[in-house]
């Protein structure tokens, strides 16, 4: 069958998805599209979206510290995992703890502006969890690379190493930090900074307009 070739974003960071499992423990590949886990092989070639899994999974665990294993198996499938690999035999109680850490980790990143220390962790998460840069095609994406270390990974360790190259993807594509923590009081969101213009300070329009507007009114006492 033909495939088509989709061009990739150049602002989407192209990395692996986590190799499944069977009960045996035997290895396999399995694609990460956001939002549709259940489509096809034959659409053409496609990357993954770790950036924005990590920017989720870190903000849900900062909301709610014990997120459940429920829920973080739920976002996983948001961005892309089969409900079948994140059941509760295949993603246990245990693996939803390393999953935790391992966001809590990389929120520590997310929150950081110095582009100098940002790139110390990432190479510090990178040393310490991932593995030689391999590139792979399968399942229907197009060319990606994968940093993890394969069946000897567990689930912490797989999103240290992918969640840390996506970020060195950003920082070394972008030339500065392109992430952050909303400066809005009360808020603590992290979020993406990828668009175009200066550096953004605020997860969204809603907190940036109230943050001028208190400024604005301390300014008239």
């Known amino acids: 069958m033909t495939r088509r070739y989709t061009r990739p974003d150049p602002t989407r960071p192209v990395v692996s998805p986590r190799p499944s499992r069977n009960r045996r423990g035997a290895a396999g590949r399995r694609s990460t599209v956001p939002q549709q886990p259940d489509r096809p092989a034959d659409d053409g070639p496609r990357g993954f979206r770790p950036a924005e899994r990590l920017v989720e999974a870190a903000n849900a665990v900062r909301r709610s510290p014990l997120l459940p294993r429920a829920e973080l198996a739920a976002l996983l499938v948001r961005h892309g995992e089969r409900s079948a690999d994140v059941s509760a035999d295949a993603f246990s109680d245990a693996d939803a703890d390393e999953l935790r850490d391992a966001a809590r980790t990389l929120a520590d990143v997310l929150a950081e502006r110095d582009a100098d220390r940002v790139a110390d962790a990432l190479n510090e998460l990178l040393l310490r969890h991932g593995a030689p840069p391999r590139l792979s095609r399968h399942d229907g994406h197009s060319w990606h690379l994968h940093v993890d270390r ?12 992918s969640g840390a190259l996506a970020l060195a993807q950003l920082l070394t594509e972008r030339g500065r930090v392109a992430w952050g923590e909303c400066a809005a009081a009360g808020c603590r969101t992290l979020f993406l900074d990828t668009g175009p213009g200066s550096a953004r300070r605020y997860c969204s329009t809603g907190c940036a307009t109230r943050t001028r507007v208190a400024a604005h009114r301390r300014r008239q006492r």
């Open 150 to 161: 394969g069946e000897e990974a567990g689930w912490g360790e797989w999103f240290l190493a």
